[in-house]
Structures are given as structure tokens and as C-alpha cells.
């Protein structure tokens, strides 16, 4: 049992790290699916794991999701039920990334690390944070309309990313997500209560951001995922499926973003002081273009 925060790349079996440039290639998106993201604001159906990964993930969540686990005190935050709604059911969790090895290593996934490093602009990768969202059957809650910057303030500037894989089929019928297409072009917006009402955020919307307003949903299988935007409107409804909604968030940003606050924004990691570069332990570098190759 041990912190694996402090090893910063894999450390089991579960995916193969490249060995050469030509290695590397298979795991690239193409221009389309790039200007694809730079208009719409995300990029679906991009397949990072395979069924035994799928597996792997889904089992160590079983013990995560268990109240009285050792490692517990090194998740940045643990709520077996984050809905406001006393009727649905948000399991939400940071920090898991420490505690289970399929979860730290996903992480150097080399599908994911090259997607994101090509989204952010072919930069170096630093992680900010992974999170687990479950919506149980029958009774899954909602999570509200949201940009995911306008909780992450604390950072600057607006250079992040998120990648949102399926850890079950995830549909319409069981809240999968659903994006505002264009919406990251409309500038940082007002954050409602992540758990909240559903459309929270529409109070905080000009005519022309409501008219523009026409949300689609992104039904994915498991171990496919979307990338999105930081400033991208997206929310997914509630769960009345015989069906869960499992889904592992990884949140990254471009190598040489600073703080922009001198408060702890993570529980139990040392704050960064106010200008200064988000690295160390906490904020490892998952994609460095210096060294990959060599």
C-alpha cells in the first residue's frame, strides 16, 4: 500500500509504452479530427482501452467506492453522493490516480497522452487532476450544465483540456454527456452548482448564447472516449436506466501553467504560490517532447 503519486509512469502491465517515432504514429489523430475539435469544441468516439483495461478499471472502482478503504486520506475528495437531489445518486471522486495502479497508469496511456498533446497545441502534458463520476441504475443524478475552467480559476492561463472515457456503454437513456457545440467560443462563464439543477447555468446566458443553445448527446461505448474544451458547455441528464454510468475524467494542461492563487486547491497537496509553475509530485509531466523519443 503506497502513495504511487510519487512515480511518474507505469508501473504494471497494463499498456505498452512506445519505442520509436514509428511506434508512436499509430496512436495519432489526423488533421480532420483536430479542426473537428478547434470548431466544435470536442472530439468523440476516440477508443483508449480495450475490454480487459475496461475490466481492470471497473474493478478497482469497486474498492474506491468502498467508504473504508486504507488509502482513502490521499483522495483530494471522496462523496458517495454528491447529488442535491435526496431522490438520484453522484458518486464523484478526485485523486484515485494515487491509490490503484490501473488508475495511475492510465494516466501514461500512449492513446491518450498523443490525442491530448496534439489538442493542446503538440505541447508538453501535465496532469491536473482525474475524477470518477457514477451514476448507479434507476437513480443516477444529474450533473448541471457547466464549463469545466470556471472551477479551475486558480490556475492561468485557460490552456486545459479534459478527456472523458466510458466505463460502461454510456447512452441517452442512462445520462450520458451532452455538449453545447461552439459554446467555448462564448468567453468564461458564471459556475453553477456542479450537482445542482440541471439548468442552473441558462440564468447566466445572453439571447444570443440561449438562441445558440441546442445540446447533443454523445453516446459512446465503454473504453471509447471524448475530449472537450475547457470553456465547453456540457452536462448529462439523470439515470433511469437498468444500466450504470460509469466514467473516468482525466483533466490535463499545457506544460507551464501557473498558479493563480496562493490557496491549497487540492486536500493535502502543498499549495503553489500565486505565478508560480504548476509541476512537481502532484502535477506530473505525462508527455514530454524533449525525451519521448529518445
Known amino acids: 500500500m503506497r502513495d504511487l503519486s510519487s512515480i511518474h509512469g507505469l508501473v504494471s502491465k497494463m499498456f505498452k509504452w512506445p519505442r520509436s517515432v514509428e511506434e508512436w504514429e499509430q496512436y495519432k489523430l489526423t488533421n480532420d479530427q483536430i479542426d473537428f475539435y478547434k470548431h466544435n469544441g470536442y472530439l468523440a468516439d ?29 483522495l483530494y475528495e471522496f462523496h458517495s453522493n454528491e447529488s442535491e437531489d435526496p431522490e438520484t445518486i453522484l458518486f464523484h471522486c478526485l485523486g484515485h490516480w494515487r491509490i490503484k495502479e490501473g488508475f495511475h ?7 491518450f497522452i498523443m490525442a491530448a498533446s496534439q489538442l ?17 441504475a434507476f437513480d443516477g443524478g444529474v450533473v448541471a450544465w457547466h464549463q469545466d475552467y470556471s472551477y479551475w480559476k486558480c490556475t492561468k492561463p485557460i490552456q486545459h483540456l479534459t478527456c472523458w472515457t466510458a466505463l460502461d456503454d454510456s447512452t441517452r437513456d442512462n445520462g ?46 465503454k473504453g471509447y472516449a471524448v ?25 490535463v494542461f499545457k506544460d507551464g501553467t501557473l498558479s493563480n492563487s496562493n490557496d491549497v486547491v487540492l486536500e493535502g497537496v502543498p499549495a503553489i504560490k500565486n505565478g508560480a509553475k504548476m509541476e512537481g509530485q502532484f502535477y506530473p509531466l505525462l508527455f514530454d517532447k524533449r525525451t519521448i523519443f529518445s
Not at 477508443?47 to 475490466?55: G, M
Not at 497508469?105 to 492513446?111: A, F, I, R
Not at 475547457?230 to 460509469?246: Q, T
Request: charged content about 20%; overall charge neutral.
Open 46 to 74: 476516440i477508443k483508449l482501452l480495450d475490454k480487459t483495461q475496461v475490466n481492470t478499471l471497473n474493478n478497482e472502482l469497486k474498492e474506491i467506492m468502498d467508504p473504508c478503504h486504507p488509502l482513502h486520506s490521499l
Open 105 to 111: 497508469d492510465v494516466l501514461w496511456n500512449p492513446s
Open 120 to 136: 493542446l497545441g503538440n505541447s508538453n502534458v501535465r496532469l491536473w487532476h482525474d475524477q470518477l463520476f457514477c451514476k448507479p
Open 176 to 221: 450520458c454527456l451532452h455538449y453545447v457545440p461552439g459554446s467555448h467560443l462564448w468567453g468564461l462563464l458564471p459556475n453553477p452548482e456542479l450537482a445542482g439543477k440541471m439548468d442552473g447555468l441558462m440564468g447566466f446566458l445572453n439571447k444570443e448564447q440561449k438562441a445558440q443553445f441546442n445540446p447533443i448527446p454523445i453516446e459512446i461505448k
Open 227 to 251: 475530449f472537450h474544451h475547457p470553456l465547453l458547455v456540457h452536462g448529462s441528464f439523470e439515470n433511469k436506466s437498468s444500466s450504470p454510468r460509469r466514467a473516468l475524467v482525466i483533466n
